[in-house]
């Protein structure tokens, strides 16, 4: 049975950081691709930041790069996103999410991802 399972969000001040973890269990890096996804208060839901399959790429949107870092950590199945410099409009739910492919690219956040975590959430004050 697969699952996926954030840890690491919380309140934090504008400028600071925070590192999410996503614990997965039930399949493994080497043929799934792993994207991270938040959602704030009355907007959809948004891809953030993705590593295909092994670690080969990694990507991520306008918005957080040079702030954010996606890293994988084989032996432990788990994937980190280490957001830094934090803006208050970074304030959201965030997700991980799972899907078997071999595909690689920014594109890999446009899929559909057949597991979801249950979200943690990040909240950022001016």
């Known amino acids: 049975e697969v699952h996926l399972v954030e840890s690491g969000g919380g309140f934090v001040q504008a400028g600071g950081s925070l590192r999410l973890s996503c614990a997965a269990s039930?399949?493994?890096?080497?043929?799934?691709?792993i994207g991270w996804f938040r959602q704030a208060p009355g907007k959809e839901r948004e891809g953030v930041s993705c590593?295909?399959?092994?670690?080969?790429?990694?990507h991520y949107i306008d918005s957080v790069k040079g702030r954010f870092t996606i890293s994988s950590d084989n032996a432990k199945n788990t994937v980190y996103l280490q957001m830094d410099s934090l803006k208050p409009e970074d304030t959201a739910v965030y997700y991980c999410?799972?899907?078997?492919?071999?595909?690689?690219?920014?594109?890999?956040?446009?899929?559909?991802?057949?597991?979801w975590g249950q979200g943690t959430q990040v909240t950022v004050s001016s």
């Open positions: 999410a799972a899907i078997k492919t071999e595909e690689s690219g920014i594109e890999l956040l446009l899929l559909n991802y057949d597991y």
């Open positions: 039930g399949f493994t890096f080497d043929d799934h691709a």
């Open positions: 590593i295909s399959f092994r670690g080969l790429d990694r």
